[in-house]
């Protein structure tokens, strides 16, 4: 199958929030012995894990190592999630490694994410890295990067909150369950700041599998002088993130540990560290043109987090907020923590079937208007108020969208 077609052939099988069941996968792993032969960190999260993934990506690459990553979403082309040492896969070699299992993902009914997943560990054995960094889609007990006899160097945890509850969990010690469930024998354990019941429940499995439990610890002396943003964490000083998203210090901080966990093993030099931390942030994360900002935040924490994170950063500009949602986000929570500092929310959709429309939106009728094109929205914003700060939010798939309208169309 060519290239295009793989990508329809995907596009047609993406059953994202659909599905959530591994019965069809794990056959499909028995069948074809898939395995994964190389070293690697596997990462999850209800927040910070993709920030985390390409901050560690950054510091080995820096280190010398040839290094790989998989990590969902992406932005224009399903090569994005499978990279080596800065380099998406080809489209050619994307099309042939589909190519080599395409009758096995047609058997088994794979969805796309579950055929990324085994096209990405069937490249990185071929392409034998020295260490990658694998990030769940979902969760971690029925993901499909959670292969049963896969040894990982370290298990990370970046946070652990109220997401995704038809499938996970209906509470957060249930969530930290599904998360832990990527805690292999005798393999450490990583996790990052979070509530002590849920440090409870992860230890607690940590200590079943003879894993390795380590906790992230405190940064110190952080402060933000454009365009960096300064903090330490032992035994570091001054470590600089080229962002002011105050978020960024807690998956930096646990990139920071992951690096001493695995020095014996991976060593790095304090100037690996300082270098990878110093790349561009993914995206969509705090990501700013002119007034706007544009985050992913899709989660009543990483909403919290980022308000927290922008507040700081206006001053006296009131911050005007356009607002899309998927249908399974809490947004009862989300919108009301916004609207505490926001001067106005305009509510939108967009191309997803997975999207809210104005229908669902319709609790929030009085409070906040609602506008169907999410692009007018923006614009409407800005020439109303060209000094003022303008937040894009809501959804990751969301905030790619308006940033591809706000780089391509508007120039900002």
């Known amino acids: 199958m060519n290239y295009v077609d793989t990508l329809q052939y995907l596009k047609d099988n993406d059953l994202t929030m659909s599905r959530y069941e591994r019965e069809e996968w794990d056959h499909f792993v028995k069948k074809t012995k898939l395995k994964i032969e190389f070293p690697f960190i596997h990462i999850t999260g209800s927040n910070g894990k993709g920030s985390s993934a390409n901050y560690l ?4 690459k820096a280190a010398g190592y040839k290094v790989a990553l998989f990590s969902k979403p992406y932005l224009k082309k399903p090569n994005e999630m499978i990279r ?10 994307f099309a042939r490694i589909f190519s080599q299992r395409e009758n096995e993902y047609r058997k088994f009914g794979l969805s796309s994410f579950e055929i990324e997943t085994a096209m990405a560990f069937d490249y990185f054995n071929e392409q034998k890295p020295d260490l990658a ?26 946070t652990v909150s109220l997401e995704h509850t038809a499938f996970l969990g209906r509470t957060t010690s249930e969530i930290a369950r599904n998360k832990a469930a990527i805690i292999k024998d005798n393999c450490p354990v990583l996790i990052g700041p979070m509530d002590e019941d849920l440090i409870k429940v992860i230890r607690e499995i940590a200590e079943k599998r003879d894993s390795e439990f380590f906790q992230v610890d405190a940064y110190h002396n952080s402060h933000y002088e454009a365009p960096y943003l300064y903090f330490d964490y032992r035994p570091y000083q001054k470590l600089q993130l080229l962002t ?23 060593p790095v030099t304090e100037e690996a560290v300082r270098k990878g931390l110093l790349s561009s942030p993914l995206p969509c994360r705090f990501e700013r043109h002119r007034n706007i900002f544009i985050d992913g935040a899709h989660n009543p924490q990483a909403i919290n987090e980022l308000v927290e994170s922008l507040i700081p950063l206006s001053g006296e500009k009131p911050i005007h907020v356009v607002f899309a949602s998927f249908r399974d986000k809490n947004i009862a929570v989300e919108l009301p923590r916004i609207g505490r500092d926001a001067a106005e929310i305009v509510l939108t959709t967009f191309d997803s079937k997975r999207a809210r429309d104005e229908s669902d939106y319709f609790l929030y009728a009085e409070d906040y208007s609602y506008n169907p094109d999410y692009k007018l929205a923006i614009s409407d914003f800005l020439i109303k108020y060209p000094d003022d700060i303008i937040l894009i939010t809501g959804s ?17």
Not at 57 to 60: A, G, K, Q
Not at 133 to 141: A, F, L
Not at 396 to 412: D, G, K, Q, S
């Open 244 to 266: 002011p998203a105050l978020y960024q210090l807690k998956n930096a901080s646990v990139v920071v540990e992951a690096t001493k966990i695995l020095n014996e093993k991976f």
């Open 133 to 158: 960094i694998i990030e769940c889609g979902m969760g971690g007990e029925t993901d499909s990067t959670n292969l049963s006899d896969a040894k990982p160097a370290l298990s990370i945890i970046t």
């Open 396 to 412: 990751l798939a969301f905030a790619n969208l308006a940033r591809e309208y706000v780089i391509e169309t508007l120039h900002l």
């Open 84 to 93: 080596i040492d800065g380099e998406d896969i080809s489209d050619e070699d």
């Open 57 to 60: 990506f950054e510091v080995y």
